[in-house]
């Protein structure tokens, strides 16, 4: 294995540096290619889940727009840093009023997570876009388009990111392998396409965090890397709370949280998934569903994950019983 690949962050040395190199959006690289040819550029506003190439598709752009000169016209900036107005007033606006360079027509600034933007700064965000539209051209990257104002979105084209396929996220990882030398079994492709969930960044940081083991990759290794739980305990913990074994269902959920450090809010995801794609009858899948919800809500507003996940269990119990 090339030992300098454990010495570097693998979703940045595998970042793909032209739209044709991305994987699993290509409906999206199609549509941002012909900007490319044309050399025109629109308002554009990227909107979908973490890992799923927002960020990349923007920089792969700026680079075929500008050549040699892109990192001259174009800036990254994080919403999420400082989201007040005084951020658009000041950097954005210092920015977007400059002139391009190298000969460009316009520059281009793009603005990650920008749902995390205040109303008012979002406000002035939309004057600044409209006052500098000749010389500066924004791209806004956001995980919720509906905490994006009506006024930015009827500005900009709408790109929406879908999670990435299994087809797009093995690819991607046998490329990475390949190059490394790493030897992944069927197994571990599985483990990582349900690890990362569609998520390409997930996928690449459990390749590279097993890698560093050992070049020989198998699926409990990557289960263990990401403090994840195998499906099939998750499909245990399920039945043993459906057929009202709730002392067995107990010691499960005490192995996964506290002997493997598995947290509370992750297990929720893996039961929610677990659950959707069982044959159930309609009336109990809602049941449980619902008391997931409301576990996930406690917890994020701070509740005591101990007493939640036992009343979670004790629900799942009681619900099976009443449709028995």
Known sequence: ????????????????????????????????????????????????????????????????????????NFREMNASDERGIDVVRNQIKEFART????????????????????????????????????????????NYSSKIIDPIQSRCAIYRFRPLDREAVIEEITRIAAIEGLTVTEGALDAIVYVA?????????????????????????????????????????????????????EQALSELIRGRGIAPNELINQCYRSLVRRDLPRPLKVRLIDALGETDFRLSEGASSDIQMEALLAKFVLAAEQHR
Request: net charge negative; hydrophobic share 40%; aromatic share 8%.
């Open 99 to 142: 002139s391009p360079l190298a000969g460009a027509t316009f520059k281009v600034l793009f603005l990650d997570e920008a749902d995390a933007l205040t109303t008012d700064a979002q406000a002035a965000l939309r004057r600044t876009m409209e006052t500098y539209a000749r010389t500066c051209r924004f791209i806004l990257s956001c």
């Open 1 to 72: 294995m090339q030992m300098e690949g454990n010495h570097t962050i693998w979703i940045e040395k595998y970042r793909p540096r032209r739209l044709d190199e991305m994987v699993g959006q290509q409906d999206i690289v199609v549509r941002l290619q012909s900007y490319v040819r044309t050399g025109n550029l629109p308002h554009l506003l990227f909107t979908g889940s973490a890992g799923i190439g927002k960020t990349t598709a923007a920089v792969a752009l700026a680079r075929e727009l500008f050549g040699d000169s892109w990192q001259m």
């Open 197 to 249: 969930s569609g998520d390409m960044r997930k996928a690449i940081n459990a390749l590279q965090g097993a890698a560093i083991l050992r070049p020989e990759i198998d699926e409990e290794m990557i289960y263990e890397i990401t403090a994840t739980a195998r499906p099939d305990e998750i499909d245990e913990l399920l039945d043993l709370s459906m057929e009202g074994r709730f002392d067995e269902a």
